[in-house]
């Protein structure tokens, strides 16, 4: 496996009930995992420990069988390439010097680039398809935009999983669909991907596996069909709904209207 | 860094240090500002070499250790206003100074010496109350910490000049204004042996503050080993601006400005960018003593003085055009 969590839980100083509580989930080259959940049930945070950031209270992360503790930072970005939340654009370079950060723990004595490294770059912008404004500054790009140049420069770390925390908050459809597309490609084409994400109806469409999960805990898991479930889904986010089934067999979740039945 | 802007810049600094070194109470061409150089038996000789040459090189190099410094530190809080002196090491700097010159001691040796141990020591303490929870450097606390221990030795230091006598307050005054009016061969020596290692470090870091620009948890998974980064960055500009503060008093802006100008012709990519800050901010306070030394001759304005009038409108101006 290369990334996995058996029985995880994370507790923050000072409060009673643990941020994770218990979470074991895992990927490997090929599948696509979403975690889901309201707002506040600790998918941030699983994500943030499985990544070596947060200390565990028990349970263990490992990284191709290896505890995360116990990877020094450079040897894990050569391995696991990460798209955060939130990122400083104060200082705006331009798209290949930012996707050419994804080379820092690859790039030779002093720093130096290497023609390698260049290609690396290029190939990662190619399959992100970020390469026609290459020199943009990218406080100049769209956010659909953005976000292909940040998948870009987790490509040129050259890892075996790809790791999303919500790529596709505040997109519009076009640029959503154009995400999860280029995610879904690459985890074909071998990488393991695991992603955070709010949008319920497309990780039914494009992940292999879904987590549920609520205040913390696993609240359903397992194939869309089986984690999508109408009284599941409704308890876990506190608001009516109704599943249908998409003419490609995913469940689609609808929120309902006050008085509108199920 | 391109083979091109290399060469310009090693044209502008030729120009800058034998303008620098012409003017003054004496005004020498730029002729014999070179014969002076190369021969010893030539007429300029002994004022180029002994006088001109060693106060040009230090404010170059204080001014490109401040300018370096600047632009780490506004990686490090991701805020292009920080600057060298809001981590406190000024007042501490200045506390020292003015207690020794306040209490009649001092001369040439222990004014610096008493201005680097207080820069050393508010390095210290601002480090250690910035280090927050599970022994992490807290950027913001950094900053709050320097402006609140830089704000405390202020008002000691104010103290302390009400009640100094008239003729020592206002030798405290002057050295706090700052100037190279002390300058000869061994303040160089003394500002590079404290100044080369942190300065070869900080040049030598651009890589790790492109990553530490994009915020801690980005920079991490790219690799990075951020608390080390942050630690070395902190260290390394205390260092130089302590050296500085200690061999010519309180320069300011000269941190905030010229990062600020370089990132706007060249961009903020750090591994271009620091060399680039370097050699501009030591020409632009190299510029800007022989200023202070030319406009209201035969008085030396402080060098301090000078860096803020043009660098003050020049700040401004730019900050304007960059929000429009």
């Known amino acids: 496996m290369i990334l996995e969590a058996r029985d995880l839980t994370v507790r923050y100083g000072g409060s009673s009930r643990p941020a994770v509580d218990g979470v074991t989930l895992s990927t490997d080259g090929g599948r696509l995992v979403a975690i889901v959940g309201p707002n506040g049930s600790g998918k941030t945070t699983l994500l943030r420990a499985m990544l070596g950031l947060l200390p565990l209270s028990s349970g263990s992360a490992n990284v191709q069988g290896r505890p995360v503790a116990q990877w020094p930072r450079a040897e894990l970005a050569k391995v696991i390439g990460v798209v955060p939340q939130t990122e400083e654009r104060v200082f705006p370079l331009r798209v290949r010097e930012s996707v050419m950060l994804g080379r820092y723990a690859r790039l030779g004595a002093l720093g130096r680039e290497s023609t390698v490294d260049r290609q690396a770059v290029d190939e990662a912008m190619t399959r992100s398809d970020v390469l026609q404004f290459a020199d943009r500054r990218v406080d100049t790009l769209s956010g659909g935009e953005w976000q292909r140049v940040r998948v870009a420069r987790a490509l040129a770390q050259e890892p075996a999983a790809l790791v999303l925390d919500e790529p596709t908050a505040s997109l519009d459809v076009r640029h959503e669909m154009e995400v999860f597309e280029l995610i879904r490609h690459l985890v074909t084409g071998g990488l393991a991907g695991l992603i955070v994400t709010h949008h319920l109806n497309l990780a039914a469409r494009y992940a292999d596996r879904m987590i549920m999960l609520e205040e913390g805990r696993v609240a359903a898991d397992g194939t869309p069909t089986e984690v999508l479930r109408q009284d599941v889904v409704a308890r876990v986010f506190g608001w009516p709904v109704a599943v249908t089934t998409w003419c490609d067999g995913s469940p689609q979740v609808v929120p309902l209207r006050p008085g509108e039945a199920r | ?324």
């Not at chain 2, 632009?71 to 809001?86: E, G, K, M, S, W």
């Not at chain 2, 250690?128 to 202020?154: C, H, K, M, T």
């Not at chain 2, 000869?184 to 030598?204: H, M, Q, V």
Request: net charge positive; with cysteine.
């Open chain 2, 1 to 324: 860094m391109s083979g091109l802007r290399g060469v310009l810049l090693l044209g502008i600094s030729a120009v800058v240090l034998v303008v620098g070194i012409g003017a003054g109470a004496t005004s020498i061409p730029p002729a014999e500002v070179w014969s002076g150089l190369l021969h010893g038996s030539a007429p300029s000789s002994a004022i180029v070499r002994e006088l001109r040459l060693p106060r040009v090189l230090l404010a170059f190099m204080v001014g490109g250790s401040l300018g370096i410094s600047g632009t780490a530190l506004q990686a490090l809080v991701r805020n292009p206003l920080a600057d060298p002196y809001l981590l406190g090491i000024s007042g501490g700097a200045g506390l020292g100074a003015v207690l020794v010159i306040a209490s009649g001691g001092g001369g040439a040796w222990g004014v610096p010496l008493a201005a680097f141990a207080g820069a050393l020591l508010a390095l210290a303490l601002v480090y250690r109350l910035s280090i927050v929870g599970e022994r992490r450097l807290d950027p913001r606390v950094l900053l709050l910490a320097g402006v609140v221990v830089g704000a405390f030795s202020g008002a000691l230091m104010s103290a302390i000049i009400v009640l100094s006598d008239v003729a020592q307050l206002r030798n405290a005054f002057l050295w706090l204004l700052g100037g190279f009016g002390g300058a000869s061969w061994k303040t160089l020596d003394i500002f590079l042996a404290y100044a080369a290692l942190p300065a070869g470090i900080l040049l030598l870091s651009g890589r790790a503050l492109d990553l530490l620009a994009l915020g801690e948890e980005p920079a991490q998974y790219l690799g990075a080993n951020i608390e080390r980064t942050k630690r070395v960055v902190y260290l390394t500009t205390g260092l130089l601006t302590a050296a500085g503060v200690a061999s010519c008093g309180i320069i300011g802006f000269v941190g905030l400005v010229v990062p600020h100008a370089a990132r706007r012709l060249w961009g903020p990519l750090h591994r271009t960018l620091l060399p680039v800050v370097f050699v501009l901010s030591g020409c632009f306070l190299v510029l800007a003593d022989t200023v202070a030394r030319t406009v209201v001759r035969p008085v030396e304005l402080p060098v301090g003085v000078v860096t803020a009038l043009i660098g003050v409108p020049l700040f401004a101006l730019l900050l304007r055009r960059s929000l429009a």
